[in-house]
Nanobody, 126 residues
Framework: QVQLVESGGGLVQDGGSLRLSCAAS??????????MAWFRQAPGKEREFVAA????????YYADSVKVRFTISRDSAKNTVYLQMNGLKPEDTALYYC?????????????????WGQGTQVTVSS
């Protein structure tokens, strides 16, 4: 339905910063009300919610573990969602996925999203 492509991952030192991007294509966001989110999954662990944003209003919701360090935003003109990550810690190391769903509800479970990107790796060294 909606195609999502993440980018911006990489290797960063403890305390460093990265900005992830999620470019959306396909069904237009001007036609449908959408919510976008970032999830992450470390090896051997369950996929966990990071942050979500309403496309229309920009209202955001964060997991407690990243609330003071990460910022989610969107650029409607570019059909892109961003995740600014500051104060990165080794425990943030994971494959980060962009996800999308119809509706503006800021869901925090992966089952509620029906569009997914391929993931971008974030590795934080100690």
């Amino acid at each position: 339905q909606v195609q999502l492509v993440e980018s911006g991952g990489g290797l960063v030192q403890d305390g460093g910063s990265l900005r992830l991007s999620c470019a959306a294509s396909g069904r237009t966001f001007s036609t449908y009300s959408m919510a976008m989110a970032w999830f992450r999954q470390a090896p051997g662990k369950e996929r966990e919610f990071v942050a979500a944003i309403s496309w229309s209003s920009g209202s955001a919701y964060y997991a407690d573990s990243v609330k003071v360090r990460f910022t989610i935003s969107r650029d409607s003109a570019k059909n892109t969602v961003y995740l600014q990550m500051n104060g990165l810690k080794p425990e943030d190391t994971a494959l980060y996925y962009c996800a999308g769903k119809r509706g503006t509800f800021l869901a925090s479970t992966s089952m509620q999203y029906d569009s997914w990107g391929q993931g971008t790796q974030v590795t934080v060294s100690s």
